[in-house]
């Protein structure tokens, strides 16, 4: 018998009881909707969350005093460790403060950040009207600010703040730039930003100390050269290696792609298991299709179907129904992926290799749990079946 | 008398079960059928008339024994041969009809022709042909459900017929009908006899069986009595072929 008699033979059977075709279907169905869906989510996660590590700007490395260690840095130590550790082009320090910015009756409650006019190039972070502070404007403590696009919403609505003065704490400061738009990051929103020069930073918010150092690498093959010499630095100097983080860009990114990842297949486990439920309906149907279809068994065997034509028989109905669930899965996971995209505002992400492996892992449950159904079927004793009431 | 035997069975035993619960079903059976018979096996209910027929038709093997189909001795083959005799050289007809309820008629009398490996071009055209032979022409598209058991018998033995096999063995064929249905059936049976099929029924109707030309008693396993029939009845054929009596 050859197999497209085979595929004809299972549609006369499926088609004859749709209502439970559709059911066992079901399972299946769900199964490998929720397979896709589920790595959807996280795959879509993952890409996010490696996109706004990317956005931080990059080969960035981040060094951060402890303060629990009661290690603090200051501008100086900034500028000292850039002729320390050579193969560092770029160092930047950072004052991190709460502050409230005001323009006309609008307040708005942001965060500065005083740094040095390496910024556009250290966090990869551009102007997009205007320009950027210089070294003067750094050395003079110009009062001078950078708005990000949220801030630059938030107080001017839509008039262009270039040339303009915002009141910052207080004191007033003359807007040179806007940065362009960057979006979130690791639950922040980078655009939520006003920029001064650091040095304006220490006399707005009273301070001498800075909240981190940024540098980048001369080149991104440097980067691990850079970290281990920049924890040599501080090893050395404190005597331990808990005073001062040093993480590079990389590194987090390959932490967080481990996390995600983790997540992802806790995901996909736990709609395999859905799966694999589908597969055991399967089966349960296929037992119970042998044990009513005994009879149409023992007269198949009487006309000359052999062991394995009955094999086959059975085996692609369960693989016909676990293929076309699969399919239906395929169709729903995707759409529920976009759904949820919708809906929840989750990046998903479908991929290509995921749809596969689930529409393969669809068909091997099919095989898999049909195998001992057809099996039992083609065993029969044509004498016995033929006698079956 | 220059026509071959078919069916060869010689001392042949079968025996069921295994230990202390052995049934002895076949003892020592020995039975030639020739080419062109029409033969009844007769008995009461367990005198082992449906295991003999189990043997003829290779649904079964003997536990001891030969049996020789045409030139081949099929007592020892393995299942696989077996379903491939039962394939080309049988053609079973039962007392229930035993029709696949979800296929139509045509498609039922296809069936053996499918596991042959038949092309289907050909396996319509002989289908097609086999239902016109039992008067069933028109309606071969009908599904069991809308046949009567008259007509259903017909399509099982169009189906039975459609691969040429050497021997028709029709177990009650006329067990489950009315005595006109009953009697369409025996009719079509004698009409193939006379073309030349051979043929081996088991029935408990002794009028049924003296249709045929030739009776085999069967009592405990064995063969007790086996007498040519003088004159067998010839069963009215008011509706083969032509007008169909109920739908």
Known sequence: MSILEGIRMAWLSLSGNKLRTFLTMLGVIIGVAAVIAMVSIGQGATSQVTSQVQSLGANLIVIAPSASAGVRFTVDDAATLAGRVPELAQVMPVITSPVTAQYGITNYSTTVQGVTENFPQVRDFPVAVGRFFNAADVSDAANVAVLGQTVATQLFKGVNPVGRSVSINGQPFNVIGVLTAKGGSLGQNQDDVVVIPVTTAERLVRTRYIAAIYAIPKSADLSAVAVGHLENVFQHKYQSDQAVTVLAQDQLLSTVNTVTMTLTLMLAAIAGISLLVGGIGIMNIMLVSVTERTREIGVRKALGARRRDVMQQFLVESVFLAGVGGIIGILLGVGGAKLITQLAGWATSVSVPSVLLAFVFATAVGVGFGMWPAVRAANLNPIDALRYE | ?247
């Not at chain 2, 024994?65 to 001795?73: E, S």
């Open chain 2, 1 to 247: 008398m220059g026509v071959a035997n078919v069916i060869n069975l010689s001392h042949v035993r079968k025996v069921y079960g295994q230990g202390d619960v052995q049934v002895l079903a076949l003892q020592d059976v020995s039975l030639h059928v020739s080419q062109g018979e029409m033969v009844a096996i007769m008995g009461p209910s367990g005198s082992g008339k449906s295991t003999l027929m189990n043997v003829i038709g290779c649904l079964d093997r003997p536990t001891a024994g030969t049996y020789i189909l045409g030139d081949r001795d099929v007592s020892t083959l393995a299942d696989n041969d077996l379903a491939r005799v039962r394939n080309r050289e049988i053609g079973f007809v039962f007392q229930t009809f035993n029709l696949l309820p979800r296929l139509n008629a045509l498609q039922n009398v296809e069936l053996p022709l499918i596991y042959r490996g038949e092309p289907r071009s050909s396996r319509l055209r002989k289908a097609t042909a086999a239902l016109a032979m039992v008067g069933l022409g028109e309606r071969m598209h009908h599904y069991p459900n809308q046949l009567s058991g008259g007509q259903q018998q017909r399509v099982a033995i169009a189906r039975a017929l459609v691969g040429e096999p050497s021997i028709l063995l029709a177990d009650e064929p006329t067990g489950n009908l009315d005595s006109r249905a009953g009697e369409e059936i025996m009719a079509i049976f004698q009409e193939l006899n006379r073309q030349g099929i051979t043929l081996v029924m088991v029935t408990h109707d002794e009028r049924v069986a003296r249709h045929c030309r030739r009776i085999i008693r069967m009592l405990d396993g064995r063969i007790v009595a086996d007498d040519p029939v003088p004159e067998p009845i010839v069963a009215s054929r008011h509706s083969v072929g032509g007008e169909v009596t109920s739908a």
